[in-house]
């Protein structure tokens, strides 16, 4: 998707200010330039859904560094968990990539075994249960 068209998805929304302008194309600037970290940073500053899906997007396209997950994808999870599942499966609908929609890549691109992304998701569970003692 061009950039004008992802900006243009964002002003739709009658709340959109120009400060959030402004951090949307931050965020996507970011993203296509291939700076995933910075973008990912700057997806954490806008609380939206449409953040959440970026940085889901980010995480998978990058390779889905373990640290990177723990640290950004903990939010997606906290804010909305269906997205933030969406890190770790394929929709069955998405056969080729190039068809593949918001979540093209799989959990396999991730750089966390089984065994780590249980744990992960066994720590938000645990955050979710316990809002106070979480990080």
Known sequence: MLLNEEMEKFMSDPKFSTK???????????????????????????????ACIRTVQILKKSGGMKTWIEKYGKRVFMEDHAIGLKLFTRDEKEEKPEQAGEFGENYDSLSMTNDEILQFLGDIENDLEHPMMGN
Do not use: D, M, P
């Open 20 to 50: 959030a302008a402004t951090k949307v194309c931050q965020a996507l600037f970011q993203e296509h330039r291939g700076k995933y970290e910075q973008a990912l940073e700057s997806w954490t500053n806008i609380k939206t859904k449409e």
